[in-house]
């Protein structure tokens, strides 16, 4: 049987502030994205997830809407908006918009009509309480906040200039799947949904309960000492996204994939119970705080196949515009970075790549007091080696710098005088142009894998089970489909291994000294094969 495109696809990821300046203004933009359209389809990936570029104060650089049908301009225009969608689709690619359904801008006209009285058509629109409960905000402290106008508070989950929708008002849910409907008639094949399982809280309000757990986790937003139990994965929400479905339906096959910071299970839950009939996908954010090991991987992946076996699919992600770049987990070393991404790109789920990753772009440690992020404004008052030792990335500019497509100025991402963020001083030998002649670069690295992934459907959606039995830090598994088996083996240790087992070739080697004869496979340290059985 075959599965949907959005099960077998594999998603770039692209900050388009950061992605490509065509313009000359320091900021990136949708032309930028379409002038490098050729870069991510010859790197293999199918798909393209952009950051929000509409209509924006960008108070939170677009993740605070202020006009969902209309586009910033320092990223362009609608008619740019819709070339992009067209060029995409000339590829033979899908494009994946980013909707913000959970709040807007406090500068939506909406939010401004609802603010300026208890009684004018939107007034019930957002969340409005004459006293607030004791709800946390997701960044910390109070997410209620006085507005005069009306001697009331509303609710933010997220920062104070983010009013919530009230999803329970049903003008709220028709406008909002409509602007869902008016992007799809436009083309787009689906949506990354952000913070989907904060849209409905608890309908009575209650006082969220007492925990011991300081900062919220990727897979538990309780924190602050405060359990999330009434302001997220309330019973309409796991609805939500079964409706959702429905009118991205109405489209045909159409991908959506949710931001959701919760329990395994719960994130399962949303894409559905028995039957995948929720979201399509949905992030699982454990993995970016992923040890290298492949006694970690192991568990992972155990447990992932326990939550998302058939008909569900994963979703591999291990950077996002959040949270701390793979590689600077990984010490910058990219012989760790191939295998991290060997395992990406062979194992059963969908690989979500972040601009940058695949040249092996890092974090870039800059102050507090200076960010051009909201949050970590919160948080000048806390030594930095606090969040460091912690290894929490407070201050979101770290990892959304420009990308480095060449040695030229500004790493060839623009041509002003000074970019919105600071380029990396890596640049010089981390980017596109330099990595693309170096045979044994992690661009080429991930390019032979994606190539690999694309021409074999046993990767793409075959069956997945472990092979047991290899010495200590090396991970195995078999991916089959229609009678071709693969047999991949990925060392996570510096040492090399020798593993025993029967096989009929080497069909991939991650470094040269990985190679495999008679029975015995020899993995070069932090070296990967793939065999085929
Ligand atoms: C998500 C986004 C983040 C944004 C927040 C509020 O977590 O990934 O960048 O700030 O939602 O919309």
Known sequence: MSIPWYHKTSIYHIYPRSFLDSNGDG??????????????????????????FF??????????????????PEFGTLDDAFQLI???HKRGMHIIFDLVLNHTSDEHPWFKESRSSRNNPKADWYIWRDKPNNWNSMTGGNGWHYAKERGQYYWCSFLSFQPDLNWRNPEVKQTMFDIARFWLQKGVDGFRLDIFNTIYKDAEFRNNPFTFKLAPT????????QKAQYSQDQPESFELAKEL?????????????GEITAKRNIVRKFAGEEENDGLTLAFDFEMLEFKFTAEYFRKLIADIETHFHPPFMPVYVFSNLDKRRSI??????VRKAKLLHMLQLTVRGVPCMYYGEEIGMSNLKLPFNTALDPIPHKYTFAPRFIFDMLDITVNRDEVRTPMQWNTEKNAGFSTAEKTWLPV????IHVNVESESKDEDSLLNTIKSLMKFRNENSAIKEGSFE????????????????NGQTFLVLLNFDEAAKDVHLKFEKTVFRLTVQDEAQGETAHLNGFGGLILTA
């Open 466 to 481: 472990f092979i047991d039995g290899f010495p200590a830090n090396v991970l195995g598994f078999k991916r089959s489909l």
């Open 328 to 333: 600077h987990r990984l010490g910058d070393d």
């Open 27 to 52: 900021i990136g933009d949708i032309q930028g994205i379409i002038q490098k359209l050729d870069h991510i389809r010859d790197l293999g990936f199918e798909a393209i997830w952009s950051s929000p």
């Open 424 to 427: 990396h001083p890596n640049y």
């Open 245 to 257: 479905r429905q009118v991205t339906e109405e489209y045909g096959e159409r991908l959506t994939v």
């Open 86 to 88: 067209e060029e995409v």
């Open 218 to 225: 990727p897979d538990d937003p309780s924190g602050y000492f």
């Open 55 to 72: 209509s924006s104060p960008q108070a939170d650089f677009g993740y605070d809407v202020s006009d969902y049908k209309s586009i910033s």
